[in-house]
């Protein structure tokens, strides 16, 4: 079973630019996560999808980030415009429901942004 | 404030040892306690998940304790390698099933050979 994929490993972008983030879950988990790391900080929670809705979006900085999870598989967080606090390595992760019997989340390898 | 402590920030020990790795959270009505390995420039791996209910789960040569009382998780390693060298991250949920987790900022362990 494939794991928890999320593209581009990497981006580089110039402040001002908007960059798009895209994960693909684990076939089948409909809770969706998407946290950050900045340097030098902790993990931190963004936004919780569960199928296409936001369940919990308290971590999202500014409204200079919008994610979507369209028909309820795949998401992209975008960043427009970006600016230099925002790089870090984004995570995005993925469970299953209550009823599938599980709370582990697993997280896909993240995006390193990074923004000059 | 929900928060999620890991000290030392990083550890060193020979090949061999037996080892605890401590994390202490501030609000003792979590609902499940994770615990994660990260190595460098992967994702994050769960090595073992603790419901509030339990008081610990083991994995092979891992086993992660929870006391709730006293706002302390160990994860233990037993007869360390080189391989487990790595960063090891634990995570609260302190919310419900399937919530947000709050991140301590991990413990780097080596593993000298």
């Known amino acids: 079973e494939a794991g928890v994929t999320q593209f581009p490993s990497h981006s580089v972008i110039e402040k001002g630019q908007t960059v798009t983030l895209r994960c693909d879950p684990i076939?089948?988990?409909?809770?969706l996560y998407w946290y950050r790391r900045v340097m030098g900080k902790e993990i931190k929670f963004l936004l919780h999808?569960?199928?296409?809705?936001?369940?919990?979006e308290s971590g999202m900085p500014n409204n200079r980030f919008l994610a979507e999870r369209t028909g309820g598989t795949y998401s992209t967080l975008k960043v427009q415009p970006a600016e230099l606090e925002d790089s870090g390595v984004y995570f995005c992760?993925?469970?299953?429901?209550?009823?599938?019997?599980?709370?582990?989340?697993?997280f896909g390898p993240g995006t390193r942004l990074t923004v000059l | 404030k929900q928060e999620v402590t890991q000290i030392p920030a990083a550890l060193s020990v020979p090949e061999g040892e037996n080892l605890v790795l401590n994390c202490s959270f501030t609000?003792?009505?979590?609902?499940?306690l994770q615990w994660f390995r990260q190595d460098p420039g992967k994702g994050l791996t769960s090595l073992l998940l603790?419901?509030?209910?339990?008081r610990e789960q083991t994995s092979g040569r891992l086993n992660a304790s929870l006391d709730k009382s006293s706002g302390r998780s160990t994860l233990y390693i037993a007869a360390s390698q080189p391989g487990d060298s790595a960063t090891y991250l634990c995570?609260?949920?302190?919310?419900?099933?399937?919530?947000?987790?709050?991140f301590g900022k991990g413990i780097t362990l080596s593993v000298r050979p």
């Open positions: 992760a993925s469970s299953q429901d209550p009823q599938g019997n599980t709370d582990t989340q697993y």
């Open positions: 076939s089948g988990h409909d809770n």
């Open positions: 999808f569960v199928k296409e809705s936001k369940q919990d």
């Open positions: 609000d003792s009505a979590i609902y499940n």
């Open positions: 603790i419901q509030s209910s339990q």
């Open positions: 995570a609260v949920d302190y919310t419900g099933a399937n919530s947000k987790l709050t």
